[in-house]
Nanobody
Framework: QVQLVESGGELVQAGGSLRLSCAASGRTSTISAMGWFRQAPGKEREFVAAITWSGSNTVYADSVKGRFTISRDNAKNTVYLQMNSLKPEDTAVYYC????????????????WGQGTQVTVSS
């Protein structure tokens, strides 16, 4: 099993920045890639960004490309999501997820999920 714990969500003004963290523990050797998803009230959970466990490849949703950056720290088993130029429409609960398959944009292929962290962007 893999445990994921997110942190870093808070209230921020539009145009501001936040960095989310996701610490992985347990059988991290089984992880192939990590992803961030988000879910706004009344909406489906959507893909935001993903990175291979090695950190060599990344993929982003079009809505965040150029504003968000996903990265990882191998020594700390932690994945980060740097979010810049935040917009009110970025308001959501952000979830970290891990997959044993490969880098993925589709949530059903992720095996492990964190509890989520709330990001609120005020206008």
């Amino acid at each position: 099993q893999v445990q994921l714990v997110e942190s870093g969500g808070e209230l921020v003004q539009a145009g501001g920045s936040l960095r989310l963290s996701c610490a992985a523990s347990g059988r991290t050797s089984t992880i192939s890639a990590m992803g961030w998803f988000r879910q706004a009230p009344g909406k489906e959970r959507e893909f935001v960004a993903a990175i291979t466990w090695s950190g060599s490849n990344t993929v982003y949703a079009d809505s965040v490309k150029g504003r968000f950056t996903i990265s990882r720290d191998n020594a700390k088993n932690t994945v980060y999501l740097q979010m810049n130029s935040l917009k009110p429409e970025d308001t959501a609960v952000y979830y970290c997820a891990a997959t044993k398959i490969t880098i993925m944009t589709i949530k059903r292929f992720y095996d492990y999920w964190g509890q989520g962290t709330q990001v609120t962007v005020s206008s």
